[in-house]
């Protein structure tokens, strides 16, 4: 199996996604959480590589606060909606890679930051992914990790019903115009892959813990104030964080 990437869907994923409460609880969350842990960084304009950046929400997030972006996305249609994102923003300059993450490394730059949000989960080879990663950080550097949670879509299908699913492992999207990742990642598997690269975990939230397990029509009625306000609270609940769809780590180089 290839890595997938969105040349086709850039359209569709920012219909599906980006356009309603999904995109904007995983923006609220991510934007949460790095807002905090960019603190133990050092109070200056850091550089930072978002890898695999889609559209552009939080590299034109970070480049707003001052910091030195470089996109790299290897769908060419993604990489320029992500271009003219941050050109609308006025944002300050930022370079453009096109190019898978395995390529990464031999560009010979390193970062203070790395950002590889919903990436792992459509590679052939998501073990190897992480290595790649620990060699763009810089010694004190931190990588801000988001993917597609397993625990949470195993969950999903008991809730349904689907023991059959379940029972012959149907757990990874099919075809080439869904958006269910080719490889939901077991995270205890992605803890062991990030050890094994010299990368330690420190903090973690949940994206998403309980809006994609509401019925359609109570997701219908709840304002997007309230569903973000919930969302961030019960993100870093023990009881619930490990129930998001996606859950985003913050790793630091060991």
């Not at 842990?37 to 850091?46: I, Y």
């Not at 094994?196 to 997007?224: C, E």
Request: with cysteine.
């Amino acid at each position: 199996m290839d890595d997938r990437y969105f040349d086709q869907l850039s359209s569709h994923l920012a219909q599906k996604i980006y356009a309603g409460p999904k995109g904007a609880i995983r923006l609220a969350v991510l934007t949460r959480d790095l807002k905090e842990w960019l603190t133990e960084l050092p109070a200056r304009p850091l550089r930072i590589l978002d890898v695999g950046a889609g559209l552009g929400h939080i590299s034109a997030w970070l480049a707003a606060q001052g910091h030195q972006v470089t996109v790299s996305e290897p769908a060419s249609a993604m990489l320029s909606a992500a271009e003219q994102r941050l050109q609308a923003a006025g944002t300050p300059a930022v370079a453009y890679w096109s190019l898978p993450l395995q390529d990464l490394p031999a560009q010979g730059q390193t970062f203070d930051l790395v950002i590889c949000h919903a990436v792992l989960e459509w590679l052939a080879a998501p073990h190897q992914a992480l290595h790649h990663l620990r060699a763009l950080l810089n010694p004190q550097g931190a990588l801000s990790l988001a993917f597609y949670n397993r625990d949470a879509l195993i969950y999903r299908n008991l809730i349904k019903g689907q023991f059959r699913k379940l029972e012959r492992q149907q757990l990874a999207g099919v075809g080439q115009r869904g958006l269910t990742p080719q490889h939901p990642l077991d995270p205890r598997e992605v803890q062991q892959w990030a050890s094994q690269a010299g990368l330690h975990k420190q903090q973690a939230s949940g994206i998403r813990v309980f809006y994609d397990y509401m019925p359609p029509h109570w997701q219908q009625q709840a304002s997007s104030e309230d569903l973000i306000r919930e969302e961030l609270i019960y993100s870093r609940h023990p009881a619930y964080q490990h129930l998001g769809r996606y859950l985003h780590w913050w790793l630091r180089a060991q």
